[in-house]
């Protein structure tokens, strides 16, 4: 696990609203950097790491860090409109004073996953974890470390698509980089294939040859994705999954977020097919 690079864990640093992107009806990406320069500067997160954003007066919450260590300067979070925090975050303006500590938890693998062909495999606010490690791969200077890039993501309408910007432009450019989007049902205007994401990944049909597969997505999705998985024959040490949804302080202090003899903020929330089976099911 990646310590926080702050001295005092519990302690949120002041952070400035520079861009809100409106991603769907419920969900913005909210640009921020730390009012001190030298705290911007020792931000050091991975992929797949989270951060505590607090709305000064309300709460805090567990929010996974969207934008790739490769961006300098700046903190992308993608906030779906939930409860009372996330409601508070949705009624901020650019230039408004959230907090943030972190970053918390482990990482997405990307060291083991070097010379790997990546599959990614999206629902809804579930991209947001996963598009750090996307872009984090897709970068210049890591670009050549990895194999061909297979994105399959999916919503419940053309509306509920986070990222359009990446999913149906930028990413669809890179080299060795392939998207596949899908919605849950036909609505006019809509073009590409209609269907539910584990049956979209079942008719795309990848093989699990020198490859990983990285889901996140809501619970009952994950559940048949990773059913998918195992019927194409990847392994449980192939396919990756995150589970950042539980995580409450961060620290291991609280204890919400235990699964079993695990705790998601310390020894997750990444967490391999093959470590999530020794524990009480959880999908």
């Known amino acids: 696990m990646t310590k926080c690079h702050c001295r005092n864990p519990l302690k949120p640093y002041p952070a400035t609203i520079v861009k809100i992107i ?3 009806p419920d969900v913005k990406t909210f640009q921020m950097v730390f009012d ?4 911007m500067e020792n931000f050091r997160q991975k992929p797949g790491q989270v951060a505590q954003l607090s709305v000064f007066g309300v709460g805090e919450a567990t929010i996974s860090i ?4 490769t961006r300098k300067g700046i903190l992308e979070f993608s906030v779906k409109k939930v409860g009372m925090l996330t409601s508070a975050l949705h009624r901020l303006e650019p230039g408004n004073k959230v907090g943030i500590r972190g970053p918390y938890g482990n990482h997405f693998p990307y060291e083991v996953m070097k010379g790997k062909d990546l599959l990614f495999i999206g629902g809804g ?6 598009r750090a490690l996307i872009d984090f791969v897709l970068a210049e200077e890591n670009r050549r470390d990895y194999g061909k890039v297979d994105i399959i993501y999916g919503a419940r309408s053309m509306d509920d698509l986070c990222f359009k910007y ?5 990413w669809p450019q890179m080299p060795g980089t392939t998207v596949y989007t899908t919605i849950d049902r036909t609505e006019p205007g809509w073009e590409g294939h209609v269907g539910f994401v584990p049956a979209y990944l079942e008719e795309i049909n990848p093989s699990p040859e020198n490859k990983y597969a990285i889901t996140c997505g809501p619970p009952i999705m994950i559940k048949f994705v990773l059913q998918a998985l195992e019927k194409m024959g990847f392994s449980d040490d192939q396919v990756i999954t995150t589970l950042e949804l539980k995580m409450k302080c961060g620290i291991g202090k609280c204890g919400r977020c235990n699964i079993g003899s695990k705790y998601v903020c310390l020894d997750g929330p990444v967490f391999y097919l093959s470590q ?3 524990l009480p099911p959880e999908f």
């Not at 001190?36 to 705290?39: A, G, N, Y």
């Not at 969207?66 to 260590?69: A, C, H, K, V």
């Open 22 to 24: 409106d991603e769907t």
């Open 36 to 39: 001190d320069p030298e705290v």
């Open 66 to 69: 969207t934008s790739s260590p």
């Open 125 to 130: 606010i579930g991209l947001a974890p996963l």
């Open 166 to 170: 990446d999913i149906l432009d930028r």
């Open 276 to 278: 999530l089976k020794q």
